[in-house]
């Protein structure tokens, strides 16, 4: 299933859940409120509201495996709203991270847990 309401879609399921991926469902958050050119403060209100909903769905489910960008490695973007996408998803990954059990990241085609 495709859907920017994450949360909605994790309180409805009963299986193992696959999440793939919280880059692309930012990117569908920041499109569909048109947040790019917005405000940092109203970004993030509209992203933190949207991510307590996400966590507590998570929470509830006992499999899931969720799928993120590691973006703080990388080159410094030039543009603002790449710096801002380079941060609500720092936001996002540690606030997840903070829910699951198990944290591992997948470089190089190794696994690290964390």
Request: glycine share 8%; hydrophobic share 50%.
């Amino acid at each position: 299933m495709e859907t920017a309401d994450v949360a909605t879609a994790l309180s409805e399921a009963r299986s193992p859940v696959l999440v793939d991926c919280l880059g692309t469902w930012l990117t569908a958050i920041m499109d569909g409120e048109a947040l790019w050119s917005a405000a940092t403060a109203d970004v993030y209100a509209v992203l933190e509201a949207r991510l307590d909903g996400l966590c507590a769905a998570l929470t509830g489910l006992p499999t899931a495996i969720v799928v993120t960008n590691e973006v703080g490695l990388g080159v410094v973007p030039s543009h603002s709203s790449g710096v801002l996408f380079r941060d609500l998803l720092g936001t996002i990954n540690r606030r997840v991270a903070a829910v699951c059990d198990e944290v591992h990241l997948v470089i190089a085609g190794r696994v690290l847990k964390l």
